[in-house]
């Protein structure tokens, strides 16, 4: 019996590791390939979905094809993953049959450097199929490693999770079962990494030091008062995304998303940002997650009966450790990690004093927010 395995973390499956499965199966004359999901990755940062997710789209993936079953040996294994321990198991599994497993040319670069790298040479072999940017040795290979040089699809996991996060499709570069999968469970969607090198792009280097920071000390918030810290993270990565707009481009993107002005935003065209930044949110990064749009909205002015999302990104924003000292700040911070609303009362206060001192008008929103706050901590003495 000859058994192939696609080992990888399938974050998420997609044609090329189907494309690869199919023409090592076919070289290598194998009964069946089985694909192993793994737990943690030893060389690679850990997967984006969790196992469960990863293994039930691989399943999706493969259920047309009856040469291919999936196994969920490595992620009941836990831990690191090294294949040595797999080729162990399968080994025990299978006494009689011959092992190979399937890499793509980018992980052949590597092999060497696996884990007992030479045990592992003796306990099996390795398929090597050619992938898209990498050069597949022709005869300078070892004898554990069998060349198959067919055709690749240029498609990566890495990519695909980065075009869910923007917001583009991702049609025909994996199964639809699969996609579907995805899109059901709002996989990909909130990547604050790919969000944040987008930010990095858009903004100054200070704005993006004190984005940093924000992002920070919202998950701290969140973390204290319960609310979810990947939204807080999101709202935080993208509350200033559109602040290095010149008012011109500010006014003419508002009209292009629809965004109602007042002649206090049109005076004080910096209060524009906000808003566009939640609109470019959705149209850059597909995020429609009210809570998240609505803290990127009102982090400069506030507003009205506030949700708990909205109070940390305010707050935070002004309170983030790369913020320049003034007056008031500290006590701010102090209250903030006990008291989410009076931190809030406090922030609008501090930020109304400061607009009057510089003798700007304050927008009506600051003024019915702190109104909102006094009125509800007072009916809840
Ligand atoms: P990521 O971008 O997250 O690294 P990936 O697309 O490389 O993901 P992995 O799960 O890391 O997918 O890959 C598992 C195995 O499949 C590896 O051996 C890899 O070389 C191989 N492989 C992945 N994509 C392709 C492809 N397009 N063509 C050939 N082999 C591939
Ligand atoms: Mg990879």
């Known amino acids: 019996m000859k058994i192939a395995v696609m080992g990888g973390t399938f974050d998420p499956i997609h044609f090329g590791h189907l494309r690869a499965a199919e023409q090592a199966r076919e070289a290598f004359g194998a009964d069946s390939v089985i694909f192993i999901p793994s737990a943690l990755p030893a060389y690679k940062p850990t ?4 196992a469960e997710d990863r293994f039930n ?7 047309s094809n009856p040469h291919f079953e999936v196994s969920k040996m490595e992620l009941e294994r836990g831990g690191e993953t090294f294949t040595i321990d797999t080729a162990e198991q399968l080994k025990k599994m299978y006494p009689e049959a011959e092992i190979a497993f399937i ?6 670069e590597t092999l060497h450097e696996w884990h007992r790298a030479n045990e592992l040479f003796e306990k099996c072999s390795f398929v090597a199929v050619s992938r898209p940017g990498f050069i597949l040795p022709q005869n300078t290979c070892p004898p554990h490693v069998t060349i198959i040089d067919g055709a690749a699809f240029d498609i990566s996991s890495s990519g695909i ?3 869910i996060c923007f917001g583009k499709s991702v049609r025909y570069l994996l199964p639809e079962s699969v996609e579907r999968y995805i899109e059901k469970k709002s996989l990909y969607k909130l990547n604050i990494d790919i969000i944040l090198s987008k930010a990095k792009e858009k903004l100054s280097k200070k704005r993006f030091i004190h984005t940093l920071g924000v992002v920070e000390e919202a998950a701290k918030l969140a973390r204290i008062f319960g ?5 807080a993270k999101t709202a935080a990565a993208l509350h200033d995304y559109a602040r290095r707009h010149s008012t011109d481009k500010l006014i003419a993107l508002c009209g292009k998303y629809g965004i109602k002005t007042d002649k206090i935003m049109l005076d004080k065209p910096v209060l524009l940002h906000a808003h566009v930044s939640a609109a470019e949110a959705t149209s850059k990064f597909n995020i429609t997650d009210e809570e998240i749009i609505s803290a990127i909205k009102y982090h400069t002015t506030g507003k009205s009966n506030m949700s708990l999302l909205d109070k940390i990104i305010y707050v935070a924003d002004m309170t983030e450790k790369n913020r320049e000292n003034y007056k008031g700040l500290d006590e701010l911070r102090m ?3 006990n008291d989410i609303d009076a931190a809030t009362e406090f922030a609008l206060k501090l930020s109304i004093e400061f607009t009057e001192i510089k003798n700007e008008p304050v927008h ?3 003024i019915e927010a702190l109104n ?10």
């Open 103 to 108: 890499i793509g040319a980018d992980s052949l």
């Open 57 to 63: 789209m691989c399943v999706l993936a493969t259920e």
């Open 364 to 366: 009506p929103l600051s």
């Open 161 to 163: 999770r980065k075009r």
């Open 227 to 231: 609310a979810d810290e990947q939204k």
């Open 47 to 50: 997967p984006e979905a969790c």
């Open 335 to 337: 209250l903030s990690y």
């Open 372 to 381: 909102h706050l006094k009125a509800t901590s007072i009916s809840e003495e």
